[in-house]
């Protein structure tokens, strides 16, 4: 089945402390996506990636950091630097042909105390 | 700036007829997106208008007018199963989506 999986589903950390969240798919998309959401908000879009071995920020990357190493990979890395991490994560991936649909993962959700 | 407008809650009967709404203003238009998020859920895609007019798929429908940056998700024939939130997204340049805060849709028996 292809489809696309985020781990861990929840996810607790302590303030200060770096943590990384998995994303891969086996869609052999080209493109991949990290959103943030907070309750009873849209979706923003952290970082974004369109070929391997290249990534842009999106509108609130600042705090983030991420990888793209393989076409089937795009870690998240949530930093110390970022003032409010605790959201519900979720990573995204596309073609480049219409209708440009996002497949969408199941979602981490960070608690950071 | 850009900014999508859509209602924050929608509440309709089974059975019926509804409309949401989305206006945006955007630097940069290919496409209005629609995607549907059921409470602690991923997104699922809905549909996609790069041209004015209709798309129509199965009970939804999903409309464009780029003249007047406006959208419209028309979902017919309401079941319970349909409460969710409802996201237009603007489809810009290198393929990225800007979403509007989302609509929740309560459909009461």
Known sequence: DGGITQSPKYL???EGQNVTLSCEQNLNHDAMYWY?????????LIYY????????KGDI????????????????????????????YLCASSTDRGPYEQYFGPGTRLTVT | GQSLEQPS?????????VQINCTYQTSGFY?????????????TFLSYNAL?????????????????????LLLQELQMKDSASYFCAVRNQGGKLIFGQGTEL???P
Not at chain 1, 49 to 55: H, K, R, T
Request: charge should be negative; charged fraction near 25%.
């Open chain 1, 12 to 14: 607790f950390r302590k």
């Open chain 2, 31 to 43: 496409g209005l997106s629609w995607y549907q998020q059921h409470d602690g859920g991923a997104p």
């Open chain 1, 61 to 88: 990357a600042e705090g983030y950091s991420v990888s793209r190493e393989k076409k089937e990979s795009f870690p998240l890395t949530v930093t110390s630097a970022q003032k409010n991490p605790t959201a519900f």
């Open chain 1, 49 to 56: 990636s369109q070929i391997v071995n290249d990534f842009q």
């Open chain 2, 9 to 17: 809650e929608v509440t309709a009967v089974e059975g019926a007829i």
């Open chain 2, 106 to 108: 309560s459909v009461k």
């Open chain 2, 52 to 72: 004015d007019g209709l798309e129509e798929t199965g009970r939804f429908s999903s409309f464009l007018s780029r003249s007047d940056s406006y959208g419209y």
């Open chain 1, 36 to 44: 943030r959401q907070d309750p009873g908000q849209g979706l923003r």
